[in-house]
């Protein structure tokens, strides 16, 4: 295997021409206003005249300036008061945020999220001009777009058997076909089964999608994964690396969860937290952080998926990518042509929250601020965790192997696993469901996110939970209770 470091643009688009869609290459960009500086001489005291932008002038936008009351950290009642006005901030006023922009986002936006990924290490090992972050409107939005870029009626990407639906329907959309990897659902391995994988692709043309062509993507969740919570060791994400130089495929790495990682869930002392007891932020980024797989990236291969969703909120609908350059082009044409840009509102929220927060504008301590305000999410979320786990483990369910679970070390979800007699699983699963109902509590039908019912045939069983949307942690055991009488009714029939 000979691995080719791209030292230049047309390396990469060599290496990675055949990875973009049919519709891509028959999609033209027509630009018909002018975007060479003009050659206008302002010095003498006339202003150049712009009539060629169809944009509205700003003294027409009704609003006037904004204050936000942002929370000092999460869950507390404390706030610090900034105004936003059409001057201010310096760097990214109102009159500029409220007006048609360039379609990659706003740059001072782009410049303190460079800052931070760098900060974490989060950055390709390939040459820096060869990469590019780009901002869109969530990842929903992202993964919509790189699909319809890069995938059509030959492609064929690999994802994994139970996953973040809405992908798969992206996907599936462009005509390219989805094919399922086996998971291992236990703390002891988690995430995709190598030897499964690996076997898939050696034999592939003796195998189960032998008429299909050998894939061009991996899509995966490496963090707390989406539904089950699983998170892939390092050296798991090593050998997929290595797998995808072999086998010469991209992968796409969503990683809406990676920032709310926590310690294994420890049995001896269930109220344990990390960020109760003070970690540093250096310490946050160099024993806790999972590594992504784009600081793996030598030859251009990962496509890393960022939303501000979890860590700020669903409604900006702001997300990045971090992509080589070739591919941040493509996906940039089809930005301009489809959104145009993300929302300058939603952007502008999010830089004014973030540097607000901070001490002061200089870059490392707005990136701290942001680290901190991150760090004690994570801490909510790992008291939560820990309220549902050690809910789970004193039900009666448990004890009476009605049912088991895989204990998360990251992200939101906790999937229950339960032990049904029979084979009508989605039968059995949809009675129970309609008893939880009755009950007041609710939660995901796992075989509701499987992406081949037949191959995750013995992975149906599941329910998925949540632990971030209850008002409190007395919450959560009351829904863990519910579940428990539930299951208890169920299997008392
Ligand atoms: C794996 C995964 N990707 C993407 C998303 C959506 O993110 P966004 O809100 O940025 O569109 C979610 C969240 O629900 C998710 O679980």
């Known amino acids: 295997m000979t691995v080719q470091i791209p030292q230049t643009y047309d390396d990469l688009q060599q290496k990675y021409q055949s990875f973009i869609s049919r519709r891509d290459n028959d999609r033209h960009l027509n630009i018909f206003w002018e975007t060479n500086p003009s050659k206008f001489n302002e010095n003498n005291g006339q202003k150049f005249i712009e009539l060629s932008g169809g944009m509205p002038h700003e003294s027409f936008f009704p609003i006037d300036s904004m204050n936000l009351n942002i929370l000092k950290e999460p869950v507390s009642q404390d706030t610090i008061s900034v105004d936003i006005t059409k001057e201010k901030p310096d760097k990214l006023p109102l009159l500029r945020t409220l007006q048609y922009a360039l379609s990659e986002g706003f740059q001072p936006l782009i410049d303190f999220i460079m800052n931070f990924i760098t900060k974490l290490n989060n950055i390709p090992l390939y040459d820096k001009s060869l990469w590019k972050i780009i901002i869109a409107g969530g990842s929903c939005d992202s993964l919509y777009k790189f699909f319809e870029t890069c995938t059509d009626e030959s492609t064929t990407v690999m994802v994994e058997e139970l996953t973040f639906v809405p992908v798969i329907s992206n996907i599936i959309n462009t005509g390219a076909k989805v094919i399922p990897l086996r998971l291992n659902l236990d703390n002891s391995d988690e995430g995709i089964d190598l030897n499964y994988m690996e076997s898939l692709l050696t034999n592939w043309s003796k195998g189960p999608y032998k008429h299909l062509n050998k894939p061009k993507f991996l899509y995966t969740i490496p963090t707390g994964q989406n539904p089950t919570g699983l998170t892939q060791s390092i050296e798991k994400r090593q050998k997929i690396y290595q797998l995808a130089q072999k086998f010469d495929f991209v992968i796409l790495e969503d990683d809406p969860y990676g920032y709310l990682k926590f310690p294994k869930f420890n049995h001896k002392d269930p109220n344990s937290n990390i960020y109760k007891d003070g970690i540093t932020s250096q310490e946050y980024i160099e024993k806790v952080l999972m590594k992504s797989y784009i600081s793996m990236d030598t030859d251009g291969r990962v496509v890393r998926f960022e939303t501000f969703s979890k860590i700020f909120a669903p409604g900006m609908r702001l997300s990045f990518i971090i992509m080589n350059k070739f591919f941040y082009d493509k ?116 075989y509701k996110m499987a992406v081949d019912q037949n191959f995750s045939h013995d992975n149906l069983n599941y329910f998925r939970l949540t632990y971030a949307y209850a008002d409190n942690t007395a919450q959560i055991k009351e829904a863990i209770d519910r579940i428990d009488k539930s299951l208890v009714q169920y299997f008392a029939k």
Do not use: C
Request: aromatic share 10%; charged share 20%.
């Open 331 to 446: 996906f940039l044409k089809f930005q301009e042509i489809s959104t145009r840009q993300p929302s300058g509102i939603g952007q502008q929220i999010v830089y004014s929250t973030i540097h607000s927060m901070a001490h002061s504008s200089n870059d490392n301590d707005v990136i701290e601020a942001w680290l901190q305000w991150i760090m004690k999410l994570a801490g909510n979320y790992t008291e939560r965790r820990n309220v549902m786990l050690e809910s789970l483990y004193k039900t009666q369910s448990y004890k009476q192997n009605l049912l088991d679970f895989v204990e998360p070390s990251a992200g939101m979800f906790v999937i229950i696993k339960i032990h049904f007699k029979g084979d009508n699983i989605i039968e059995q699963m949809n009675d129970l469901a309609k008893i939880m109902d009755n009950n007041g509590v609710r939660a995901i039908l796992g």
